[in-house]
């Protein structure tokens, strides 16, 4: 799980920069920031086949604007 402190028209390209490389986008949240008009913070949910390695991680972590917030394991229905 991703945090982003954006604004609304800068979200398709950090989308576009995370889902490089199999990283799929499960969802993204979006909260206003409060400290500027038209600034939010999407809380972006990713999933990734056999899991994030330490590598995807610092390449995720690179992207600007985007924090690691944590990992979660999930359970299939």
Same mark, same amino acid.
């Given at each position: 799980?991703?945090? !982003?402190?954006?604004?609304? &028209?800068? =979200? $398709? +390209?950090?989308? !576009? #920069?995370?889902?490089? +490389?199999?990283?799929?986008?499960?969802? !993204?949240?979006?909260? $206003? &920031?409060?400290?500027?008009? +038209?600034?939010?913070?999407?809380?972006?949910?990713? !999933?990734?086949e056999?899991?994030?390695?330490?590598? &995807? =991680? #610092?390449?995720?972590? +690179?992207?600007?604007?985007?924090?690691?917030?944590?990992?979660?394991?999930?359970? &299939?229905?």
């Amino acid at each position: 799980m991703f945090v !982003a402190n954006i604004t609304g &028209e800068q =979200l $398709p +390209g950090v989308l !576009a #920069k995370v889902c490089e +490389g199999g990283t799929e986008l499960v969802c !993204a949240h979006d909260r $206003p &920031e409060g400290s500027a008009l +038209g600034t939010y913070r999407y809380v972006i949910e990713l !999933a990734r086949e056999g899991g994030f390695d330490d590598a &995807e =991680l #610092k390449r995720l972590e +690179g992207i600007d604007r985007l924090t690691y917030l944590g990992s979660y394991g999930c359970v &299939e229905v």
